[in-house]
């Protein structure tokens, strides 16, 4: 049955689904003699042998979106995935550096004259998704105006890279930028441009902002294994993701009283709830400055 799929991660995590658990389990059961009671014991099966909640509730979006097409086309008069309960999808807990170790970071990487300063920077500053940051394209950023549009993601790097669409439709975005980023970002261009030079025909140019010295994608995996794993280790921080940094840069604007609603436009999130259940570990914080605002006003007022 072929769904159309727009993200090559969600392409290979349905594939495999499919391939490895749902086939194996569910494949010899005709469509219409699937019942819910199958279902939920195949979801009750695969948590006993050991896959996380999170990971068996992926089964349940993909096996669900296939009887979708199923309906639709009229092999079945229902979706029995609608009358089963599966198991909820789970966040592990957040690492996240604080601002302080924030500017420790940029700081080491800066001292260390790591040719991916910049990434980093624009990382923190901007708070993109990884996919975004690899690649984002020069033609998508506006110096003059400050300011970049996220249009397209780095799926695969490599000799023949893969690039996509945004995640969702809000993720198509404007971001602004901070003026001292965009004064990072035309001295790397300059440096950028000389490399380009000096390589001729050899450089890859895929109009990349941040690359390879040949112009090529960067690799997240070596990306993240080598330079940024080493310089959190130089600076003397707690280790996390790369991705984490999107995570900081989010964590940094709430706690510095950024509304909710913009943090959440510039995270490109679907909707302002997402944000608020990513990061509702920073709201029993704002909620204690709100209250400690609002008792300063009560205060001056000369309440008892």
Not at 5 to 29: C, D, M, S, W
Not at 128 to 157: C, F, H, I, K
Not at 194 to 215: I, K, N
Request: hydrophobic share 40%; charged share 20%.
């Amino acid at each position: 049955m072929a769904v159309q799929i727009q993200k090559q991660k969600t392409r290979e995590f349905y594939a495999t689904a499919v391939r490895n658990h749902l086939i194996p389990a569910l494949g010899a059961v005709p469509l219409m003699k699937l019942t819910p009671a199958m279902v939920q014991r195949y979801y009750r099966a695969k948590r006993e042998a050991g896959l996380s909640s999170t990971t068996v509730n992926g089964h349940h979006r993909t096996l669900h979106r296939a009887l979708e097409c199923a309906v639709r086309w009229g092999l079945v008069g229902r979706n029995v995935c609608d009358a089963v309960d599966p198991p909820p999808r789970q966040r592990g807990e957040m690492a996240v550096w604080s601002p302080a170790e924030c500017v420790r970071f940029l700081a080491t990487a800066k001292a260390a004259g790591n040719r991916y300063y910049p990434l980093f920077a624009t990382a923190l500053a901007t708070g993109l998704r990884q996919g975004e940051l690899l690649g984002l394209r020069w033609q998508d950023v506006d110096l003059e105006a400050g300011s970049l549009t996220v249009q397209q993601t780095l799926e695969r790097a490599g000799r023949h890279p893969r690039f996509g669409t945004p995640k969702t439709a809000r993720s198509r975005r404007t971001v602004a930028l901070p003026a001292e980023l965009v004064a990072l970002l035309r001295a790397w261009k300059a440096q950028q441009n000389q490399e380009r030079l000096l390589l001729g025909p050899a450089y890859r140019d895929y109009g990349l902002v941040v690359t390879l010295p040949d112009g090529g994608p960067i690799d997240y995996h070596n990306l993240s294994r080598r330079d940024f794993a080493r310089l959190t280790a130089q600076a003397g921080l707690p280790r996390i993701r790369f991705h984490d940094l999107r995570h900081a840069s989010a964590t940094a604007l709430l706690a510095a009283g950024i509304h909710l609603k913009v943090v959440s436009e510039r995270l490109g999130h679907a909707s302002i709830s997402v944000t608020g259940d990513i990061y509702s570990h920073v709201i029993p914080t704002l909620q204690r400055e709100a209250a400690d605002v609002l008792g300063r006003l009560l205060a001056s007022a000369g309440s008892p």
